[in-house]
């Protein structure tokens, strides 16, 4: 089956195009196209913008702003983001990193999504032809596409290396499907004690989700066995894990624990 | 349905021709272009059995568009021999039976183009990794990694 493809240079025209039942915005393709080759036929069109603007990196003032069209590759070739690395290392292998967007990784359902689950720990903002809002509520309300217009950037406070802790526990290595990802970006006082804690996880419902319970209980901890303790006991609390062909939503649950733990005193 | 004009260079050649709108490059490649080389496996992204280079990046072409190519260059494994030379790759898949039924092999030859052409003298771990989004249900991926490295081997004493 052959699909309509509309490109614009401009952002806002991309989004108007967007209004129609069925016209889908193509960012790097490797979800869209793959879906339309599988035989979704709710897909009848694609929209897609060259805008500059989609493709830059700009790192000012300690603010980093990616545009949506912006690939893991290309986060991976900016030293700038050496905090994002470990991140869009887990997306895929070295092809699919080369094609898959920043901006299509917001709207990748579980397992997939690895890339926003270290962004969610690390309190992004999505910006959008039509406003902007935090992560958490982008993707609260991430499948009323039309309403949304197309993403334009994600921008956050750049993560000095090792801020962020991130694990992808997967089965296949180096570029398996994820059985859980997990973001944490901590911040320690002066006596080593959690002061702040941002929690993310991945594969523990349709799209990656924040462990608030898990991220209270650290406060005031030092990463050690017995002051962890209760933080890993709730790491579950308020989760919904999908079932997939890499893992059962129980299997998901049981080794949450055991793999935040590791990802604490690590 | 509707066609649409693309033009690209493809192994050196400008090529213009018609395509159906929304079209993958596989399929423009194979069905219109007559290269034959990418291989479609699985048209999911999974096997690596299309890999074609785009403009010097490794690409999927089952999930690229051929639209999406307008002015870029694109090379593939039929590309590769130079009047009825093969390349250090393909010699080397060749002398070291890294090959055996061959539809990975057009994408596996291209994956690891792009890591000869970034990386001159690559480590094993590096072939793994360029070779990752790569499946091979054949050769048990050992015969290709050596091929890999000994092409690597025998452009740095050339170049030496
Ligand atoms: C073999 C394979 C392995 C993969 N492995 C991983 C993995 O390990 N981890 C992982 O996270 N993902 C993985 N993925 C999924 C995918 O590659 C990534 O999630 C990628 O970031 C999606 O981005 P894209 O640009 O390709 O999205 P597209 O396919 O272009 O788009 C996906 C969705 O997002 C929408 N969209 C895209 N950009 C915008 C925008 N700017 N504004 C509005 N809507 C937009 C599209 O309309 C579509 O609905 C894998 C995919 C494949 C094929
Ligand atoms: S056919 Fe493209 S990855 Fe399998
Ligand atoms: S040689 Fe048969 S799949 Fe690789």
């Known amino acids: 089956m052959s699909l309509a493809v509309q490109t614009y240079s401009s952002v806002r025209d991309a989004s108007d195009a967007l209004k129609p039942d069925g016209i889908c915005y193509l960012g790097g393709g490797t979800l869209v196209v793959r879906a339309v080759n599988e035989g979704d036929v709710s897909i009848t069109g694609y929209v897609r913008s060259t805008a500059p603007t989609l493709q830059t990196i700009d790192i000012t003032e300690g603010r980093a702003t990616i545009g949506a069209s912006v690939t893991m590759a290309a986060v991976l070739g900016n030293a700038g983001l050496a905090g994002l690395h470990p991140v869009a290392k887990a997306v895929g292998g070295p092809t699919v990193r080369n094609m898959a967007t920043v901006g299509g990784n917001l709207f990748a359902p579980a397992p997939y999504g690895d890339f926003t689950v270290g962004l969610l720990a690390l309190e992004a903002t999505v910006h959008g032809a039509d406003g902007e809002s935090p992560i958490e509520d982008f993707l609260a309300g991430r499948d009323d596409r039309r309403k949304r217009g197309i993403v334009t950037a994600v921008s956050l406070d750049v993560p000095s290396a090792g801020v962020l802790r991130f694990l992808k526990v997967s089965r296949v290595k180096p570029r398996g499907v994820s059985v859980v990802t997990i973001a944490a970006a901590l911040a320690l006082d002066d006596a080593n004690k959690v002061k702040s804690a941002r929690i993310a996880l991945g594969c523990m419902a349709d799209r990656p989700i924040r462990a608030q319970a898990a991220e209270q209980a650290l406060i005031g901890c030092k990463l050690e066995k017995d002051d962890i303790r209760n933080a890993v006991a709730v790491i579950g609390e308020g989760t919904n894990p999908i079932t997939d062909p890499v893992a059962s939503a129980w299997y998901r649950s049981e080794v949450l624990p055991v793999h935040f733990s590791r990802l604490l005193l690590g | ?160």
């Open chain 2, 1 to 160: 349905m509707a066609r649409v004009p693309v033009q690209f260079t493809l192994n050196g050649q400008e090529r213009a021709e018609f395509v159906e709108s929304g079209v993958t490059l596989l399929h423009a490649l194979r069905d219109t272009m007559g290269d034959t080389s990418p291989k479609g496996g699985c048209q999911q992204g999974a096997c690596g059995a299309c890999s074609v280079i785009v403009d010097g990046e490794l690409r999927l072409s089952c999930l690229t568009l051929a639209e999406t190519c307008e002015g870029a260059s694109i090379e593939t494994a039929a590309g590769l021999a130079s009047e009825g030379v093969l390349h250090p790759l393909q010699r080397a898949i060749v002398d070291g039976f890294a090959a055996q039924c061959g539809f990975c092999t057009p994408g596996m030859i291209m994956a690891a183009k792009t890591l000869l052409d970034h990386t001159p003298n690559p480590t094993r771990e590096d072939v793994i990794e360029a070779i990752s989004g790569n499946i091979c249900r054949c050769t048990g991926y050992e015969p290709i990694i050596q091929a890999v490295l000994k092409a690597a081997r025998s452009n740095s004493q050339k170049a030496g």
